[in-house]
């Protein structure tokens, strides 16, 4: 099986065989054959992570050490987070950036001490992101992508008993920190994060006992598997880009909303990361264009690639569209100009040459119920 652009072999997790076992159905996802829904389905397996609990693989994703003197500064030459002030165990989302402020990947940073530092790398743009970070970090400065980690996210309200029933400990993990546990008899490091808007862990298991881990956490009755169709329908309703789709070299952080990543420390014209001028100047001026929620009138969803216009005239693009099985009925995001970004504006979404309309939201579509 191959990858619908390339006639590389598609590659597998350690967990293929698991997937399979479970009734997996598979697709290609970034070079990846990765489980894209199970026999529940997509919705279903969507609300068994608003609901309870769901497990997936995100072993297709690159953990990645890095090790020296001067990472910290070196690092903060790349993106625009504030290592310096971090405290040890924080988790940092965070982007590098190109000289005109645009975004080559967004990625997790955990600090884990003045010398050491861990990412986890999207999966699409995993190969340039290990060159860019080799040829850019300062001399002395050791990168070890972790191949011998597998990365499963738990996620949902549920998923803090389920891994309470295995290691009280982890009740004291706040969002957005990393600490370890005993799963089933094994140390295994955590981070309370995740991609789904609500409370979830991603853990990175050792590979030689991934199977056997992701089985035991199915042994509880709250936990089911959950492929890549609704991890994706809950990011949308999160709010939560997507690179590749909302993020690109083309869009700068305070188009993409965001600004937020950024603190007060890096918001400089002179902060010392690639793009920070550009960036400085549209959070001072505002950017030309901005990422909004976009709600279809009708029942019919709009997909990534419509052109939104009005009047005819084009002022934007869909980034990413689909269906919410919270509120029911479509949602988009998409960039619009910055003069139509506002709550209400109705845009036409044009889809086969049939206009859908749209009224422009609020994100996210629904709120986030993070464990603070």
């Given amino acids: 099986m191959t990858d619908e652009f390339s006639t590389a072999p598609l590659r597998r997790t350690i967990l293929h065989d698991l997937h399979r076992r479970h009734g997996g159905r598979f697709g290609a996802f970034a070079g990846w054959d990765m489980p894209i829904r199970y026999a529940a389905g997509p919705v279903a397996e969507h609300q068994q992570c608003r609901e309870a609990a769901a497990v997936f693989d995100v072993s297709h994703m690159t953990v990645v050490d890095l090790e020296g003197a001067a990472l910290l ?81 738990l996620q949902g309200p549920r998923s803090e008993d389920v891994l309470a029933s295995f290691d009280p400990a982890v009740r004291g993990l706040t969002f957005l920190h990393e600490g370890r546990i005993s799963l089933a008899g094994q140390s295994v490091q955590l981070s309370r994060s995740g991609y789904t808007g609500g409370d979830g862990f991603e853990l990175a298991l050792p590979v030689a006992a991934a199977d056997e881990l992701v089985e035991a956490l199915l042994t509880r009755t709250s936990v089911a598997l959950a492929g890549l169709a609704a991890r994706d329908s809950l990011r949308l309703e999160a709010g939560l880009c997507l690179y590749g789709h909302d993020l690109d070299p083309t869009t700068t952080p305070v188009e993409a909303g965001l600004h937020w990543a950024i603190p007060m420390r890096r918001r400089g014209a002179d902060a010392g990361y690639r793009g920070a001028a550009v960036i400085a100047g549209q959070l001072e001026h505002g950017a030309p264009r901005r ?57 036409d979404a044009m889809t086969n040459d049939r206009a859908e309309a749209c009224r422009v939201v609020p994100l996210p579509f629904v709120a986030k119920d993070y464990h603070r």
């Fill in 73 to 153: 500064s070196g690092l903060e030459r790349l993106v625009p987070a504030d290592l310096h002030a971090a405290a040890e165990g924080r988790v940092l989302y965070s982007f590098f950036t190109d000289d005109d402020g645009g975004i080559l990947d967004d990625l997790m940073i955990t600090k884990r001490g003045d010398r050491e530092v861990r990412l986890v790398l999207n999966a699409a743009t995993t190969e340039a992101d290990l060159v860019y970070l080799a040829d850019r970090l300062p001399n002395g400065c050791r990168l070890n992508p972790r191949g011998d980690l597998a990365l499963v996210a």
């Fill in 291 to 347: 990422r909004v929620g976009l709600r279809p009138v009708g029942r019919r969803p709009v997909r990534e690639g419509a052109a939104l216009t009005v009047g005819g005239v084009e002022v934007g693009t869909v980034t990413s569209g689909g269906y919410s099985p919270v509120l029911l009925a479509p949602v988009a995001m998409g960039y619009v100009a910055a003069a139509h970004a506002r709550p209400e504006v109705v845009l």
